[in-house]
Nanobody, 122 residues
């Protein structure tokens, strides 16, 4: 069974930092793009950052210069380093990965983690 397990959320004061991680496990042939999304209270889910298998990155304008996405392909893990956090960054953060599985050849599908809560106090 394929799983994406997030960790590292929590409560932090404004201006502080947190790092969230997401590890993919199971029978996986290939991991393409990996990314982080978030859903703030009362808002739609939005893209935060994405990283390709080759390491190219893209960020939402609201987090550029503050957040850094990275990945360790040997560990099937993606990270999001969040610095200079603001109260408006408060949200549940979801990991996303486009996976190629043996049972789903030749198609890739998006998989999601269960979410990790980040709360930034003012």
């Amino acid at each position: 069974q394929v799983r994406l397990i997030e960790s590292g959320g929590g409560l932090v004061q404004a201006g502080g930092s947190l790092r969230v991680s997401c590890a993919a496990s199971g029978s996986i042939l290939r991991i393409n793009d990996m990314g982080w999304y978030r859903r703030a209270p009362g808002k739609e889910r939005e893209l935060v950052a994405v990283i390709t298998s080759g390491g190219s990155t893209n960020y939402a304008d609201s987090v550029k210069g503050r957040f850094t996405i990275s990945r360790d392909n040997d560990k099937n893990t993606v990270y999001l380093q969040m610095n200079s956090l603001k109260p408006e960054d408060t949200a549940v953060y979801y990991c996303n990965a486009r996976l190629l599985l043996p049972a789903e050849l030749p198609y890739e599908y998006d998989y999601w983690g269960q979410g990790t809560r980040v709360t930034v106090s003012s």
